[in-house]
Structure formats: structure tokens, C-alpha cells
């Protein structure tokens, strides 16, 4: 039987962060909400509170190009970074030996240059006369107008390379306490390392995948910087018409209506993510099963 | 097992309403606090006087010669002030954006001097965010103002805005690959499709794109502004408008991506592209300048009066400018470069004569700002 | 074995290392790019990555000279450290509860940690701001760490649990049975397994911290971090010296680790040979120095 004071515990240790959360996100999210609610223009006399729901679905219907490209986009890069990011991880994991943490402060050491400055520097290796940009067009891989800056190819080559720290830390984080006993002793039972991979590691892994996928996803669809400075036009992503709405616009209300619906389209998309790929994946509600 | 559940599922659902009733309390305290509104009209008079103390001033990023024999270290030296210069201005409507929840409250975070565009500092005139200023207490400025600034449309009487620098948009062009390009109108020809961009602002390229059309963007309708904006749209989804750029049109003309784009006079030092040059388009160019304001809630108003009236002499603008390289609104600056022997005393681009600058219109802010801002918005975040 | 044969062979077993070279290569290939430009001269001591003005390392010389970038330089990593262990304290235990834990209403945090990261950072920005303004707090690092830590918990929670997930808890039943106590248990046992996953947190958090840009804008007040600085001048030029200080950051990240393994071998090779160790095995006994 568990004491009281055990059964404390718990909230001990959620308390800071939900207090944490509950003030300084909730409540301003609360001060959001009700702006959502309003109508009104700064210019023309001011904000008032109308209970102007209209305002969710005419944000919805002006930019619903901009969430499929956000979606497609995000998607992209995300399945991209999971590609690049995996075996990455893998090796640091195992093979990298005494090397693994400096290895991975190299995955997060350039974020040490300000994002402004790393895309500055991928915008002059990917300019129109650049070697690189010249190979690409010999292999017929640039998509229009034989350049590659100013297209969506180049947003998610931004996307994927900005977030792929945020992809490899958490596979690492889970993949470094895999079992390679686990590992060989799958390779003793199946022929060939593909399926001892596919049937044994994968699923093991799956926690990882789950907590890699989320955490790249999510912040790249709302993500702005990308398409701003490497976009062109035609490539503008739903992070861009917020940031529109509120600085350029001042039209806060439309701003405020419009975040709440992307973040309630993201968290639709994360449970139908969570129901696919299983909720102990995400969840681990180990202590509901009794081991 | 099923009774866990459904406790748990009752626990969520008392946690929940207990946040919310949290989170409601709090908010309803806090119910009206919205956005915008002004102030009803009453605008506060900056009081001038004595001048000590500590200024804090914000500015654009390299807008004024640094150093210990710069313009703010003389101030410091002549006057006792102290002076906290911040560079955290970067566009007019991130500035807005974040200090306008403080200048709603009559607050401004400190700042006792900040320099922003006209229209921005229209703008905030008429929300009640800034100070009116005597005209007595600005003896140097009035004396030495550019006659051309002196009476601009959105401050006829230069109440609440002081020019601090000017400059001019026209056309970038690089020379070795377009030559020909003259008028904004060359911009939309197809064979540089793909290689051209635009900058964002909504009063300087559809205006800009007006002018060539032979329509005056200081007195069109907003269904002109839509036309030309209408125009611009087609270009864009066409491809034939690279992007819509801020400053980084520099990077695109210095790596070569580009042939010409819309920007602005004094960005010579941020190309480095030997054949790029500046051209006045030739159905004219906008003219804007960028104005020191008081805000409302600034601690120290006379050393922001005595600092504004100290710039305005013609020996510190004649620094400020041999810096700065843009357009100095203090007349007597040209004879002080000639006599040091400065190149930029011979060039246009620092010294437009009236001639030069005949068909140039102003930042001008187009009627049904809402509805021609959305308009022009979309077309960026197409 | 003809030579090609061979040399193909020896791609298909290390396929994995060499896709992973190239990975890391990917990664850095920026950096290079930085690395170079710092060395380039250019007009007006502004950044333009271009390099028809010769070489120089004057920027390399004068990389401290500017107060305004030295202090946001300070200010930028000083934020970083605190919110980067504020918010992986919090939100390591966060993630124990959610992992370990029977509670009531777990659904309802899980959902509060995932909303956060969904929420575009403009949105942040601005309510947070609103928020301030409205209770007359003080615009300035106190915000700035507030908000830096208030968007890291939720990455930092999502790493720890993907480690936390089908964790043995053999091992603590068994030190459990070995006579230690909870505390102990945590302190010998649980964290030093966990320890890769809170050090991955840790890093991604500080990685967010130090580059935070929208958020960090809305929140400063007058304060200037690094990449308000670097975006501040980016209107009128970069000074090149950031490239310089870029690299350099880089640079002594990557020497400070190498440091460490340095002495760590050094302390393995004056202590008695040790057998080699495979990585995951074997399970080490709680309470012994090899759980790690």
C-alpha cells in the first residue's frame, strides 16, 4: 500500500513545471483567446469585445493554401530529418564510443551562429552561379527555373537542417539505452540484419521515433524564418500570415483566431499520430499495466 | 482497471475546471485590457527645461558615427547627460508591435527618444503614443531644418516629428547584366523573369509601381492602390518577382541572383557587387525620412529636446552624415563635407537636388488603410 | 577479391559510419562556410560573403572590440545556462511523474506539455509581453528567462520520457532489495542511467535558448540578446567580427569536450586496465561505479 506521502510525490514533482506552464502560458493563452473574440481595427477606433466567433472561420478560409503548404512542408522535412537523423543517432549511440557527447554537441553546435547567420551562409553555398547549384543542374535535381534559393525545395532544406537537432536528441536519448544483447540476439534469430533491424530495433526504438517526429513537426509547421528569407514568392507558410496579422496588419483579433485554430489542427494531428503509432509510444503509461 | 479509468477520466475533468477557474479569475481581472484605442485626444506637451541626467535612445542599427569621437560621445562630453543608445530598432512595425502594449498603458519602457519612419510616426501620433513639442524649445532645429522638410503632410507644423535621416527608393541594377533598366515598368518585362525582387512595403513598392503607371500615390483612391497592387499580385504568382525582400535584396545582388530590385539609396556598403548601382527610376523614386519622437512616458524629455536640437547643428550633422552616407535634413552640411575634402559632397545620392528628386512623392499612406494593407499583405504571404 | 570488389565490400559494412560521416559533414558544412568568411576582408567592415577584397584576419583580431556585441554575447550565454537548468530540472521531474506515476488527471499534462510547442512563437511573444505589461513587471532579463524557460520545458519533458520509456525497473527493485532507499536509489541508480537523456535534453534546450529570436524580441525590453543583436544590424550591415565570434563559439564548444574526453582517458590510463567496455552491456549491479 502506497503511504500518502508517496502518493505526493507525483504532484511534487509536476508542480514547478505545471505552475510553470499555468502562468506563464496558460493565462497569457487565456488573454489570446479573449482577443480572438474581438473586433475592431487599431486605426478605427479601437478594440472591443463582441464575442465575434465569425472571426474563426473567415481566419480559416483566407489561408487555407498556407496550412496544406505548412503541412506538406513540415511533413516533408520531418520524414527528412528522420532519414538523416536515424542512423545518425545509431551511430553516435554505438559507435561512437568515448567520442558520443563531443558528436553531439556537433549536432547542436551550430546553433551557436544564429540562425541569421547559418542561412546566410546556406544562401551563398545554394546561389544561383554557386558550384553546387551548377552540379545540381547537370543532374537535372533543381526544380524550377534552374534555381534552387526562392523555392520550397529550399525552404524544407532549411526546415530539415535547422530542425534536425531536434530530431537526433531525443532518438539518441532513446536509442543510447537499447540493449545490444537485444540486438544480436535478434540477429541469431533472423537471417538477414534488415528484418533483425525492422522486427526487433524499430519497435524498440519506436518511444524515440515518436518523441523525434512530434518534436520536429510540430514547431516547423509553425515556423516562419524559413520561408521568409529562403522562399520565394508562392512560399509562405501559415507561421508567415501570423506574423503578418499581428506586426504588419495589427490585426489582432484575426492573428489571435487564426493561432488557436493551427494549434488545434496541430493537436489533432499529434492524437491521430499517437493512436497510429501506440500510446505507450508517447505516453508510456507504465504504471497502469503492473509491468 | 475500468474504475481507474473513470476516475482518472473524473480527475482530468475536475483538474480541468479548476484551471479554468484559475485562469478565468485572473483573466477576468484583466477583462478591457485590450488592444488599441488611444487615448482620447489629449496630447501630453513634452516639457523642456534643464537638461542632466540619463537618456535612453533608440535607434536603427548604424544610423549614427559610434566611437568615442562620435555624436553621442560629444553630446556626453557637452552636456553631462549620460546617454544609453540602443540599437533595437530594426522595422518600424516589430518596433510597433512590441512596445505598443506599453504605449497603450502610457508607458515606454524607458525610452525617452526612439526614431521611427513618417507614416509610423503618423501612426502613433494619432494613437496618442507620443509627445508634442514646443517650438520654442527647438531653436537649432527649426533654424537649420531642410525648407523642404519643414512642413511635411502628416506634421505640418513638425509638432511631434524631428527628421533625424532621409533616403531614397529607386532601383538597384546590376549594370553588367541589365543595363537597359531605367523605369519600374522594365521590372515586369519577362525576360528577367525570376530575377528580380521587390521590397515589402506597402508604401514604396505599389507606389512606386503607380508612379510608372502615371498615377500619384499622394492622391490616388484605394482602388488604385489595389490596381497597382493587383499588378504586382499577377507578377508574383506568374514567377517573374523573385520575392519580396527587406535589406537582403543586398545578398541576392551581391551572389548574382538577381539582375535589379527595388531598394534603398544608401545600401552601397551592403553590396559587393562592383556593378550594382542606384538608379533613380525614372518616373520618380519615394522620399522618406525617419523621425526622432518622444513617446509618451518618457523620463527625460528636455535631454531628448536638447539632444534633438544638438544634431541639428550643422558641424554634428555634417559627422552623423560623412558616416552615415544618407540624407541629412540639416541644411549647411554639403559646404562642411566640400571642406573636408569628402567625395560625398558631389553625390546625388546624398545630396539630391531638387531637380534630381522632381517626381519623387513621399511615404504616402493610402486611404482604407485596412482593406489596401490586407490586399497587399496576401500578395506577400501568397 | 578483385580491388573495386573489395573496396565495395568495405562501403557495405561501413555504410552505417559513412552515412554518418556524411550526416555530421551536412551539419558542419555552414559552419565552414562561416569559418572561411571570417577571414574575408570586405569594404566596409560589413559582412557580405563575398571575397574579392583578399584575406585578413583583422576580424579575428578585433572580435572584442565591439561593447555592444560583447555584452549581447554575455547576456545571451548567461540566459541560456540559467533557463537551460531551471528548465531541465523542472522538467526532468516532470517527466518522471508522467512516466512513473499513477495520478489523476495525466492526460490533461500531457496535453498541457504538448500545446506549447504547437503554439507559433509570434503568439508567445505577444501574450506573454501583454501579460508583463498588464501585472507592471519590469521588461527585461527576469522576462527573458521566463519565457526561455517556459518554452523549453515541453522539449525538454518530450527527450527525458522517450529515455524514461520501457526503463527496467529491475534494476531499481533490485537495488530496492539490496536495503537502498528511494532517494538513494534515484541518486545512484535512476539518474545516472537517465543521464544521457537529460544531457540531450539539456543541450536542446540550451541550443533553443541561444538562438531564440521572436520571443525573446517581444520580451527584452531594452536588453539586447545575441541574436537580437545579430538581427538588429543585419539592416545595415553585419560586422564581420560576428563571423569571427561564430566560429569561435564553435570552436570552443567542441575544445571543451574534447577537453574532457582528454582527461577522462588520461584518468583511465593511470587507473588499472580496465576490460573493454561493449556499449548498453553489461547491466552494471546498482551501487557500483560502472553505471554509467
Redesign the interface.
Same mark, same amino acid.
Given at each position: 500500500m502506497r503511504s500518502w506521502k508517496q502518493r505526493l510525490v507525483p504532484y511534487w514533482l509536476l508542480g514547478p513545471g505545471l505552475l510553470w506552464l499555468l502562468f506563464f502560458f496558460v493565462v497569457p493563452m487565456y488573454f489570446m483567446g479573449e482577443l480572438a473574440l474581438y473586433s475592431g481595427s487599431l486605426t478605427s477606433g479601437g478594440f472591443e469585445f463582441t464575442w465575434a466567433w465569425s472571426n474563426f472561420p473567415d481566419a480559416l478560409s483566407g489561408h487555407t493554401e498556407q496550412v496544406v503548404r505548412s503541412f506538406f512542408y513540415a511533413g516533408t522535412a520531418t520524414v527528412l530529418c528522420l532519414l538523416i537523423g536515424y542512423p545518425l543517432a545509431y551511430a553516435i549511440a554505438f559507435r561512437a564510443g568515448r567520442y558520443k557527447t563531443l558528436l553531439l554537441f556537433a549536432v547542436i553546435a551550430p546553433f551557436f551562429t544564429t540562425y541569421l547567420i547559418r542561412t546566410i551562409a546556406w544562401k551563398t553555398i545554394l546561389s544561383d552561379d554557386s558550384p553546387v547549384v551548377s552540379v545540381l543542374q547537370t543532374l537535372s535535381l533543381t526544380p524550377e527555373g534552374g534555381r534552387v534559393l526562392a523555392t520550397s525545395g529550399a525552404v524544407i532544406a532549411g526546415l530539415t537542417y535547422n530542425f534536425l537537432p531536434f530530431m537526433i536528441l531525443p532518438l539518441y536519448a532513446n536509442l543510447e539505452r537499447l540493449d545490444m544483447r537485444l540486438i544480436e540476439a535478434a540477429k541469431d534469430l533472423y537471417s538477414s540484419s534488415r528484418s533483425a533491424f525492422l522486427k526487433v530495433t524499430l519497435p524498440l526504438t519506436m518511444p524515440g521515433i515518436v518523441a523525434g517526429v512530434l518534436l520536429t513537426f510540430i514547431p516547423a509547421f509553425g515556423d516562419y524564418v524559413n520561408a521568409q528569407l529562403l522562399g520565394g514568392t508562392g512560399q509562405a507558410m501559415i507561421g508567415n500570415v501570423i506574423q503578418s496579422l499581428y506586426l504588419n496588419q495589427r490585426n489582432y483579433p484575426e492573428a489571435a483566431a487564426l493561432s488557436f485554430l493551427m494549434m488545434a489542427l496541430i493537436l489533432a494531428i499529434v492524437i491521430v499520430y499517437i493512436r497510429f503509432a501506440g500510446t505507450e509510444a508517447f505516453m508510456g503509461d507504465e504504471d497502469e499495466e503492473g509491468a | 482497471m475500468l474504475s481507474s479509468a473513470r476516475s482518472d477520466r473524473r480527475a482530468t475533468a475536475i483538474l480541468a475546471v479548476l484551471i479554468a477557474a484559475v485562469t478565468l479569475a485572473l483573466g477576468l481581472a484583466a477583462c478591457g485590457g485590450g488592444a488599441g484605442g488611444g487615448n482620447g485626444g489629449e496630447t501630453t506637451v513634452a516639457e523642456g527645461g534643464k537638461a542632466e541626467g540619463e537618456l535612453v535612445f533608440s535607434n536603427w542599427p548604424g544610423y549614427i558615427d559610434p566611437g568615442k569621437n562620435g555624436t553621442i560621445a560629444e553630446f556626453e562630453d557637452k552636456t553631462g547627460i549620460k546617454v544609453d543608445y540602443i540599437e533595437d530598432i530594426n522595422s518600424n512595425d516589430s518596433f510597433f508591435g512590441k512596445l505598443q502594449p506599453q504605449l497603450e498603458q502610457g508607458q515606454s519602457g524607458g525610452r525617452s527618444l526612439f526614431v521611427v519612419a513618417d507614416y509610423m510616426a503618423e501612426q502613433m501620433h494619432d494613437l496618442g503614443y507620443l509627445q508634442e513639442i514646443e517650438k520654442d524649445d527647438l531653436p537649432t532645429v527649426f533654424e537649420n531644418i531642410l525648407p523642404s522638410l519643414k512642413s511635411p503632410e502628416f506634421d505640418p507644423e513638425r509638432k511631434f516629428s524631428v527628421p533625424w535621416q532621409g533616403g531614397m527608393t529607386g532601383i538597384w541594377v546590376d549594370t553588367s547584366k541589365a543595363p537597359e533598366i531605367k523605369s519600374v515598368n522594365d521590372l515586369f518585362d519577362p525576360k528577367y523573369k525570376g530575377k528580380v525582387t521587390m521590397l515589402d512595403e506597402l508604401r514604396e513598392t505599389p507606389a512606386l509601381v503607380m508612379l510608372a503607371e502615371g498615377v500619384d500615390p499622394a492622391k490616388a483612391s484605394a482602388d488604385e492602390w489595389l490596381a497597382a497592387i493587383d499588378k504586382i499580385k499577377s507578377a508574383a504568382d506568374s514567377g517573374q518577382i523573385r520575392r519580396f525582400t527587406g535589406n537582403d535584396y543586398t545578398e541576392d545582388l551581391t551572389a548574382g541572383n538577381i539582375v535589379a530590385a527595388i531598394g534603398w539609396s544608401g545600401d552601397a556598403s551592403l553590396i559587393e557587387n562592383p556593378n550594382a548601382e542606384w538608379r533613380m527610376p525614372t518616373e520618380g523614386c519615394v522620399r522618406w525620412s525617419e523621425n526622432m519622437v518622444i513617446p509618451v512616458g518618457a523620463p527625460n524629455t528636455a535631454a531628448a529636446i536638447a539632444f534633438m536640437n544638438f544634431v541639428y547643428r550643422p558641424e554634428v550633422a555634417a559627422d552623423i552624415t560623412e558616416w552615415v552616407e544618407y540624407i541629412s535634413p540639416v541644411d549647411g552640411v554639403k559646404p562642411i563635407l566640400e571642406k573636408n575634402g569628402s567625395e560625398l559632397a558631389e553625390s546625388e545620392i546624398v545630396f539630391p537636388s531638387d531637380e534630381f528628386t522632381r517626381n519623387c512623392t513621399g511615404q504616402n499612406t493610402p486611404p482604407e488603410l485596412d482593406q489596401v494593407n490586407e490586399a497587399w499583405q496576401n500578395v506577400l504571404t501568397g | 577479391m578483385s580491388a573495386p570488389a573489395r573496396a565495395w565490400a568495405w562501403v557495405r559494412r561501413n555504410a552505417?559510419?559513412i552515412?554518418?560521416g556524411l550526416?555530421?559533414a551536412?551539419?558542419? +558544412?555552414?559552419?565552414a562556410?562561416?569559418a572561411v568568411?571570417s577571414f574575408g576582408a570586405?569594404?566596409?567592415d560589413?559582412?557580405?560573403?563575398?571575397l574579392? !577584397?583578399g584575406f585578413t584576419t583583422e576580424y579575428w583580431r578585433t572580435m572584442f572590440s565591439k561593447p555592444?556585441l560583447n555584452e549581447a554575447l554575455i547576456t545571451s550565454l548567461r540566459l541560456a545556462l540559467f533557463a537551460t537548468l531551471i528548465a531541465t530540472a523542472?522538467?526532468t521531474?516532470?517527466a518522471?511523474?508522467?512516466?512513473?506515476? @499513477?495520478?489523476?488527471?495525466?492526460?490533461?499534462?500531457?496535453?498541457?506539455?504538448?500545446?506549447?510547442?504547437?503554439?507559433?512563437?509570434?503568439?508567445?511573444g505577444? &501574450?506573454?509581453?501583454?501579460?508583463f505589461?498588464?501585472y507592471s513587471f519590469a521588461?527585461g532579463f527576469t522576462t527573458l528567462l521566463?519565457?526561455h $524557460?517556459?518554452f523549453s520545458?515541453s522539449?525538454v519533458?518530450?527527450?527525458? @520520457?522517450?529515455?524514461? +520509456? *520501457?526503463?527496467d525497473?529491475n534494476i531499481e527493485e533490485a537495488a530496492a532489495d539490496l536495503g537502498a532507499g528511494p532517494l538513494t536509489t534515484f541518486r545512484t541508480v535512476t539518474l545516472p542511467?537517465l543521464a544521457?537523456?537529460v $544531457?540531450?535534453?539539456a543541450?536542446?534546450a540550451?541550443?533553443l535558448s541561444?538562438?531564440d529570436?521572436v520571443i525573446s !524580441?517581444?520580451n527584452?525590453?531594452?536588453t539586447?540578446t545575441?541574436?537580437?543583436y545579430?538581427? *538588429?544590424? &543585419?539592416? @545595415?550591415?553585419?560586422p564581420v567580427q $560576428? !563571423?569571427a565570434i561564430?566560429?569561435l563559439?564553435?570552436l570552443l564548444? $567542441?575544445i571543451a569536450? *574534447?577537453l574532457?574526453?582528454f582527461q577522462? @582517458?588520461r584518468a583511465e590510463k593511470m587507473a588499472a586496465v580496465q576490460p573493454e567496455e561493449?556499449?548498453?552491456?553489461p547491466?552494471p549491479l546498482p551501487g557500483t561505479a560502472a553505471a554509467q
Open positions: - | - | 552505417l559510419l552515412y554518418a550526416a555530421v551536412y551539419m558542419l +558544412i555552414p559552419i562556410v562561416i568568411f570586405t569594404p566596409k560589413k559582412l557580405t560573403f563575398g574579392d !577584397n555592444e523542472i522538467g521531474a516532470m518522471i511523474a508522467l512516466v512513473r506515476h @499513477r495520478f489523476r488527471g495525466k492526460r490533461l499534462a500531457n496535453l498541457l506539455i504538448v500545446i506549447p510547442m504547437a503554439t507559433p512563437e509570434v503568439v508567445i505577444a &501574450s506573454l509581453l501583454s501579460m505589461i498588464y521588461l521566463i519565457a $524557460v517556459m520545458i522539449f519533458v518530450v527527450v527525458v @520520457r522517450s529515455r524514461l +520509456i *520501457g526503463f525497473r542511467l544521457p537523456g $544531457v540531450s535534453a543541450l536542446l540550451f541550443a541561444i538562438d529570436f !524580441n517581444f527584452s525590453g531594452t539586447v545575441f541574436p537580437l545579430v538581427y *538588429g544590424v &543585419s539592416l @545595415r550591415g553585419i $560576428v !563571423n561564430a566560429t563559439l564553435f564548444a $567542441v569536450v *574534447g574532457v574526453l577522462q @582517458r561493449e556499449p548498453g552491456g547491466i
